[in-house]
């Protein structure tokens, strides 16, 4: 191995290959970008992805649940116990399982209740802090013994692996209890596990069976049918699409073709369907319709009831499933009907077939259309081939819709278009965004308004903005497991084009990935979990890439959001004298390399205060 030497007044050549440079807790990861890539964007020539590991963090939403469960695993293995009887500790590491256990069992109901109750996100955001203080001490015990128990390893203290490993020169078996620091450490973490898992009753914490939770904290409006059409823009060819769908002759299940409209959050799916329910073409091919807002709760009795209503202009206060269901045939199987069905997250395929009996009735040529934005939903209700899947608007289109809801000419008030070219390039394609955006703008008149909008986060904007709620909504709507990857995607900068398999081994570097199958590669449940993400819609695929991805400028925000003080990236946060700084509470952290800052930006990362003992930093090696 020779040493790199880059100065800021040089270009160095940097390896293309991925270099990972690790010191305990500290990964630095290079990737330099094709030549190709790297002349298009200008200055951004690399990205380093940096994971910290500190004593603090903030909180950030919902994802310690599947934090805690690795660790409660990792505490209760075999081999972790072994290691603690061997290590006399054992009594510790039984207190320390016993704590988590308690507080695995109530954290559904705390991770519900922090948006409305303080004093339960103060608790979260203390035991985030502990879970990851733990987590700092299991992985200096287990590295230690595997050190030791290693066979074949000659211990060559000037080997600069060893140096990057604290305490490793002096450890031997049973040495723990004598090792006064580490002693403490566990003991401290014992009381304090022990001490925030008794505070689940003062905080009237409930224990949750099968982590049954009811998440529905975004409160929203249901749908309606109702559409202003001249206020919609760039959705004619969606339109056209869909309806043509409608009026083919595909052949379908009973008589019954579904057509899944899916797409992120806030890409306009109920307006498409707005558009197409009140065609005139649509009303005259389909006699009876139907529109039904689901939402988060997949109620067959109360959609069925719904529909019934729709068609038959009956009010009923029938709670009979098979009542209505029988009424409800009765009325499709002599009509060509269209249900729309808006906004479902259902996944579960028995459901949906216990909601579709009646629908099998209806005369041939019967269609229900269903928007969701989870790829499985889609799968679920129909075949995948029928799914269309939206496209976000061009720059015109928002520009048109931006000024609709700003009440506002661009062609006499030529000075507020230059910003609201910008506002439509911050709304990136996303209908939602510039419809809200232009709400917002209605009562600012002036230049420096429009860019103090501009200019702030999605989460800083007035209450009336509903863009980060929507969005916040597939977060909620995220199995926990997958929580914090997502989160951890936000020191990815925005547009930044990453490889589904780096990111993965990202993951894995992490400990993200709870392998429940001991059968199953890391790496294949790190795909696993990558896809399912991307089925529901948190990743765009680039055109003409098998393994090529972007996020989209406002999921990214949204991570930065979910990730709370975790996630940091250095370019975005330089203070007025020009120095880059990293906060304590920050655990992961990247930037982008520009010519001649890296290593001005890098003594940030040396500033960042560590666990005692890791040593000193690492230094940048190339081979």
């Not at 040493?3 to 007044?9: A, G, I, P, Q, R």
């Not at 805690?68 to 116990?81: E, G, H, N, P, R």
């Not at 001249?230 to 060819?237: A, I, L, N, Q, T």
């Amino acid at each position: 191995m020779s040493e790199t030497k880059l100065s800021s007044d040089s270009r160095s050549e940097v390896p293309s290959r991925p270099l990972f440079f690790a010191e305990k807790n500290v990964v630095f990861v290079v990737r330099k970008r094709s030549p190709a890539a790297a002349e298009e964007e200008g200055r951004q020539r690399l990205i380093t992805s940096t994971i910290l590991k500190n004593k603090k963090m903030a909180v950030g939403e919902l994802f310690l649940s599947a934090f805690i469960q690795v660790l409660f695993q990792q505490l209760a293995s075999a081999a972790t116990m072994a290691l603690a009887r061997r290590e006399k500790v054992e009594s510790h590491f039984k207190k320390l399982s016993q704590s988590l256990s308690i507080i695995q069992a109530v954290l559904d109901d705390a991770e519900e209740k922090q948006l409305m109750e303080n004093a339960v996100k103060v608790w979260l955001e203390d035991l985030r802090d502990l879970a990851y203080d733990l987590d700092d001490i299991l992985d200096e015990i287990t590295t230690q013994a595997m050190i030791q128990d290693s066979k074949g390893i000659q211990h060559n203290r000037t080997s600069m692996v060893w140096k990057f490993i604290p305490t490793c020169s002096s450890y031997t078996p049973g040495a723990l209890v004598s090792n006064y620091r580490m002693m403490s450490k566990i003991k401290e973490i014992t009381n304090r596990l022990q001490f925030t898992a008794n505070q689940r009753i003062q905080l009237n914490l409930r224990e949750t069976l099968g982590g049954s939770s009811n998440r529905s904290s975004v409160i929203r409006l249901p749908s309606t049918s109702l559409v202003n059409e001249s206020h919609v823009y760039g959705r004619d060819e969606d339109k056209e699409k869909i309806i043509e769908m409608l009026l083919g002759d595909e052949v379908c299940r009973d008589n019954v073709s579904v057509i899944p409209i899916v797409g992120m959050g806030g890409i306009g799916k109920t307006t498409l369907a707005q558009l197409v329910y009140n065609d005139r073409n649509v009303k005259q091919n389909f006699h009876v319709r139907a529109w039904v807002c689901v939402s988060e709760e997949f109620d067959v009795i109360s959609i069925t009831k719904t529909i019934y209503e729709a068609v038959t202009d009956v009010s009923s206060q029938s709670k009979d499933l098979d009542m209505l269901q029988v009424s409800l045939k009765e009325k499709l199987s002599k009509s060509k009907f269209l249900i729309v069905l808006d906004d479902v997250w259902n996944e579960n395929y028995e459901k949906w077939d216990h909601l579709f009996r009646p629908f099998q009735f209806g005369r041939p040529g019967s269609r229900i259309i269903v928007t969701t934005r989870n790829d499985s939903v889609a799968s679920v209700v129909g075949s995948p081939r029928t799914a269309y899947h939206m496209k976000l608007l061009t720059d015109d289109d928002c520009l048109s819709l931006l000024a609709q809801h700003a009440r506002t000419s661009f062609d006499e008030i030529t000075e507020l278009k230059e910003v609201g070219l910008l506002l439509v390039k911050k709304c990136k394609g996303l209908p939602l965004a510039a419809k809200t955006l232009g709400g917002l703008l209605r009562c600012k008149e002036t230049k420096q308004e429009w860019h103090d909008v501009l200019n702030s986060k999605i989460w800083d904007l007035p209450e009336e903005n509903n863009i980060l709620p929507v969005l916040r909504l597939s977060y909620h709507h995220l199995p926990s497991h997958l929580k914090h990857l997502f989160a951890y995607c936000s020191i990815f900068p925005k547009d930044y084009e990453f490889d589904k398999n780096e990111l993965v081994m990202l993951w894995m570097g992490e400990g993200f990935l709870e392998q429940r199958n001991p059968r199953k590669r890391k790496e294949d449940l790190g795909l696993e979990y990558f896809n399912e993400l991307l089925s529901r819609s948190f990743f765009q695929r680039l055109s003409g890439s098998e393994s090529n991805f972007v996020m989209h400028d406002l999921i990214n925000d949204l991570a930065q959001f979910v990730a709370g003080g975790t996630c940091y990236r250095l370019d975005e946060k330089m203070d007025t004298n020009q120095e880059y700084r990293v906060p304590e509470k920050t655990r992961h952290g990247s930037f982008l390399r520009h010519e001649y800052e890296l290593f001005r930006k890098f003594r940030a990362f040396y500033q960042v205060q560590v666990a005692p003992g890791l040593g000193k930093s690492v230094k940048l090696e190339a081979s």
